[in-house]
C-alpha cells in the first residue's frame, strides 16, 4: 500500500495520456470493423478478414486500458483516508475514537460515559494520518 501511494502522483500523468491514446484506439478500431463490414459488402473478402482482426485487436486493447484505468480509480477509493472522532469524558478524562459519523461536531455532548456515568464530549475530528504521515510522526 505504501508503494501505491507514492507512486499515484507520478502516475496521473501517464494515465492522462493513456487515456488519450485509448479514446483514439478505439475509435481507430471502430473505423476499421466499419470499413472491414463496407469490404465485405464490396466484395473485399480478404481485406474484410484484415479490417476485422485489426480492429477487434484494437478493441480488446482499448477495452483492457479502459477496464484497467477503472481498476486504479477503484483503488484510489479504498485510499480515501479515514475521518475520525475523538471522544472524551470531561470527568474522568477516559479517551476513545470511533469513526466520524454525521452530525459529529467538536464539543458535542454525548450519552454518558461508561465508567463514571458523566457526560462524555467530541473533542477532536480528524483525518486518520496515513501510514506515510505516522512514519514522519509517530507521535501524532
Ligand atoms: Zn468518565
Known amino acids: 500500500m505504501t508503494n501505491k501511494a507514492a507512486s499515484s502522483?507520478?502516475?496521473?500523468?501517464?494515465s492522462t495520456f493513456v487515456l488519450a491514446v485509448t479514446y483514439i484506439t478505439l475509435?481507430?478500431?471502430?473505423?476499421?470493423?466499419?470499413?472491414?463490414?463496407?469490404?465485405f459488402y464490396e466484395g473485399?473478402?480478404?481485406?474484410?478478414?484484415?479490417?476485422l482482426a485489426i480492429g477487434f485487436i484494437a478493441l480488446a486493447l482499448s477495452g483492457y486500458y479502459v477496464f484497467?484505468?477503472?481498476?486504479?480509480?477503484?483503488?484510489?477509493k479504498i485510499e480515501t483516508p479515514k475521518i475520525l472522532t475523538t471522544i472524551?469524558?470531561?470527568k474522568?478524562?477516559?479517551k476513545s475514537t470511533r469513526e466520524f459519523q454525521r452530525g459529529d461536531y467538536v464539543y458535542k455532548e454525548l450519552d454518558?460515559?461508561?465508567?463514571?456515568?458523566d457526560t462524555q464530549v467530541i473533542t477532536a475530528i480528524y483525518r486518520e494520518p496515513t501510514l506515510k504521515e505516522k512514519e514522519k510522526n509517530p507521535t501524532a
Do not use: D, M, P, W
Not at 112 to 117: G, L, M, Q, R, V
Open 9 to 14: 502522483g507520478s502516475s496521473n500523468k501517464i
Open 112 to 117: 454518558k460515559c461508561s465508567k463514571c456515568e
Open 68 to 76: 484497467q484505468s477503472r481498476k486504479h480509480v477503484a483503488t484510489l
Open 27 to 39: 475509435i481507430l478500431s471502430i473505423i476499421a470493423i466499419v470499413a472491414g463490414v463496407t469490404a
Open 88 to 90: 472524551e469524558c470531561i
Open 44 to 51: 473485399f473478402i480478404e481485406v474484410t478478414a484484415y479490417l
Open 92 to 94: 474522568c478524562g477516559i
